[in-house]
């Protein structure tokens, strides 16, 4: 018998009990089996699970639980190393500098990219088992997430940039440029299967052709999403940028003045809403001051919202609830969409920000649940039904980061199959034969914020 046999079969019999207690142990078998043959012949690799048995009960729970985390360990065999240590989101200065560091090792824009593209998906293993482990709460998932996303974006900004000024024989950018996070990137919201909405911005340096700094921005932009895009080891970060003014039909990249003239001009009630969750967190920090300094009368009018106003964000609101709940879906079980879901928790706490956010210091942020704590505190809404939306709004926002680490890929409806309904419940802390309770818990706590909602957002 090799050594290698000797210390799987040592293993074996821990590492079979261990599946076995998890929603799908043949999966974990087979996630084992694929990763000792990847990692076998590395000195550490079984000496470490032997040796280590923290390390190995987490593998083990995490393979025959989650295929998001299974993926991500295929795609990452090192990151078995992560399991022995502290799984909770690394700060975004520490990320952005080891992802720059990486990148400026490398000889081409291409492989820098990469370079960072595997930094984080080594980060999303790190968040992802935390969460799956029930070591890290699901706000502080949203925070990691995000500030992941931040310093990926700030790292891939400056090689693009580099990339482009090379292109064409520039020494000096001919603009200043930011990258604004919008939807729920901007409110700290993220969740494992998310795309970074995003605003881009740029301001030309003195002297500089319109012209010619506007085609350079537009360039650093593409060069952002199609690097971030590429099909690779890791999940691809799809920037989206499709909330800009004018939509998909117009510019990518827009100057701080057009952004003045545009929202002066044509700003509506539902753009300040869309603006609430507006934070320029990447690129130069002038730039990103100066463009939040814009929009911060826009999305907290100092008369607050009149009673047109009001009524057409109801309006909106309405039409959303009718025509955007997919065909066939269950608008009792359908996570963001549904009734007591994401959507009307975020949007009646977004309401009380645009009539109150001018008097009312504390409703001035991105975030759902600092919004809610502020206008409890300002007496806008009870304690009572302040802490139903919040207990609603956490409840539906684990299940939704707990369907995608069940299934690898996300999705917005309580699953229907046993298998993967076992495996929420199991990352949810329920035990694996009381998927019942834990549908019933969903829906006891979302009926009980769809009575604030309907109280608070639509009378």
């Given at each position: 018998?090799?050594?290698?046999?000797?210390?799987?079969?040592?293993?074996?019999?821990?590492?079979?009990?261990?599946?076995?207690?998890?929603?799908?142990?043949?999966?974990?078998?087979?996630?084992?089996?694929?990763?000792?043959?990847?990692?076998?012949?590395?000195?550490?690799?079984?000496?470490?699970?032997?040796?280590?048995?923290?390390?190995?009960?987490?593998?083990?729970?995490?393979?025959?639980?989650?295929?998001?985390?299974?993926?991500?360990?295929?795609?990452?065999?090192?990151?078995?190393?992560?399991?022995g240590g502290d799984l909770q989101p690394l700060a975004v200065d520490a990320l952005t500098e080891e992802m720059l560091?990486?990148?400026?090792?490398?000889?081409?824009?291409?492989?820098?990219?990469?370079?960072?593209?595997?930094?984080?998906?080594?980060?999303?293993?790190?968040?992802?088992?935390?969460?799956?482990?029930?070591?890290?709460?699901?706000?502080?998932?949203?925070?990691?997430?995000?500030?992941?996303?931040?310093?990926?974006?700030?790292?891939?900004?400056?090689?693009?940039?580099?990339?482009?000024?090379?292109?064409?024989?520039?020494?000096?950018?001919?603009?200043?440029?930011?990258?604004?996070?919008?939807?729920?990137?901007?409110?700290?919201?993220?969740?494992?299967?998310?795309?970074?909405?995003?605003?881009?911005?740029?301001?030309?340096?003195?002297?500089?052709?319109?012209?010619?700094?506007?085609?350079?921005?537009?360039?650093?932009?593409?060069?952002?999403?199609?690097?971030?895009?590429?099909?690779?080891?890791?999940?691809?970060?799809?920037?989206?940028?499709?909330?800009?003014?004018?939509?998909?039909?117009?510019?990518?990249?827009?100057?701080?003045?057009?952004?003045?003239?545009?929202?002066?001009?044509?700003?509506?009630?539902?753009?300040?809403?869309?603006?609430?969750?507006?934070?320029?967190?990447?690129?130069?920090?002038?730039?990103?001051?100066?463009?939040?300094?814009?929009?911060?009368?826009?999305?907290?009018?100092?008369?607050?919202?009149?009673?047109?106003?009001?009524?057409?964000?109801?309006?909106?609101?309405?039409?959303?609830?009718?025509?955007?709940?997919?065909?066939?879906?269950?608008?009792?079980?359908?996570?963001?969409?549904?009734?007591?879901?994401?959507?009307?928790?975020?949007?009646?706490?977004?309401?009380?920000?645009?009539?109150?956010?001018?008097?009312?210091?504390?409703?001035?942020?991105?975030?759902?649940?600092?919004?809610?704590?502020?206008?409890?505190?300002?007496?806008?809404?009870?304690?009572?039904?302040?802490?139903?939306?919040?207990?609603?709004?956490?409840?539906?926002?684990?299940?939704?980061?707990?369907?995608?680490?069940?299934?690898?890929?996300?999705?917005?409806?309580?699953?229907?199959?046993?298998?993967?309904?076992?495996?929420?419940?199991?990352?949810?802390?329920?035990?694996?034969?009381?998927?019942?309770?834990?549908?019933?818990?969903?829906?006891?706590?979302?009926?009980?914020?769809?009575?604030?909602?309907?109280r608070v957002f639509w009378q």
């Amino acid at each position: 018998m090799s050594r290698t046999a000797n210390i799987q079969r040592a293993l074996l019999p821990a590492m079979l009990q261990w599946f076995a207690e998890c929603p799908d142990p043949d999966a974990g078998l087979f996630g084992f089996r694929r990763l000792s043959e990847a990692l076998g012949s590395t000195p550490w690799y079984l000496s470490t699970l032997r040796d280590e048995g923290e390390v190995a009960e987490r593998l083990a729970h995490l393979l025959a639980t989650s295929r998001y985390c299974t993926d991500l360990l295929e795609r990452e065999p090192q990151g078995v190393r992560l399991l022995g240590g502290d799984l909770q989101p690394l700060a975004v200065d520490a990320l952005t500098e080891e992802m720059l560091a990486t990148a400026g090792r490398q000889d081409d824009p291409e492989r820098a990219v990469r370079a960072i593209r595997a930094v984080r998906r080594r980060e999303l293993l790190r968040i992802a088992a935390g969460d799956v482990l029930g070591l890290t709460d699901v706000a502080d998932v949203g925070f990691g997430l995000t500030r992941l996303t931040d310093a990926t974006l700030e790292a891939t900004l400056a090689v693009a940039g580099e990339a482009v000024r090379q292109q064409r024989g520039l020494d000096a950018a001919p603009t200043r440029m930011a990258v604004v996070a919008m939807g729920r990137y901007g409110g700290f919201e993220l969740a494992y299967g998310s795309d970074a909405d995003v605003l881009f911005v740029h301001d030309p340096e003195e002297g500089v052709e319109p012209h010619v700094a506007a085609s350079y921005a537009k360039a650093v932009a593409e060069e952002v999403r199609r690097a971030l895009a590429l099909p690779g080891g890791d999940p691809p970060l799809l920037v989206d940028a499709d909330l800009r003014p004018e939509g998909k039909q117009g510019p990518l990249v827009r100057t701080l003045d057009s952004y003045a003239a545009y929202y002066a001009k044509w700003s509506k009630v539902w753009e300040a809403q869309a603006l609430l969750r507006a934070d320029a967190v990447v690129g130069d920090p002038g730039l990103r001051r100066r463009f939040t300094e814009l929009i911060d009368p826009l999305r907290y009018p100092a008369a607050g919202l009149s009673d047109d106003d009001i009524l057409e964000v109801r309006r909106i609101k309405a039409r959303v609830d009718r025509e955007r709940l997919p065909r066939g879906a269950d608008p009792a079980l359908h996570l963001k969409l549904g009734r007591g879901g994401l959507a009307d928790i975020e949007w009646t706490v977004q309401l009380l920000q645009l009539r109150h956010g001018a008097e009312v210091p504390g409703l001035r942020t991105t975030q759902t649940l600092a919004a809610l704590r502020a206008a409890t505190e300002a007496g806008l809404i009870s304690g009572d039904d302040a802490d139903l939306l919040s207990t609603a709004w956490r409840t539906v926002s684990r299940v939704r980061n707990a369907v995608t680490l069940a299934r690898g890929k996300p999705g917005d409806q309580m699953p229907r199959t046993s298998r993967e309904r076992r495996a929420v419940a199991g990352i949810l802390g329920f035990p694996l034969d009381q998927t019942d309770a834990m549908v019933n818990d969903y829906l006891r706590v979302t009926r009980h914020a769809r009575t604030v909602v309907e109280r608070v957002f639509w009378q």
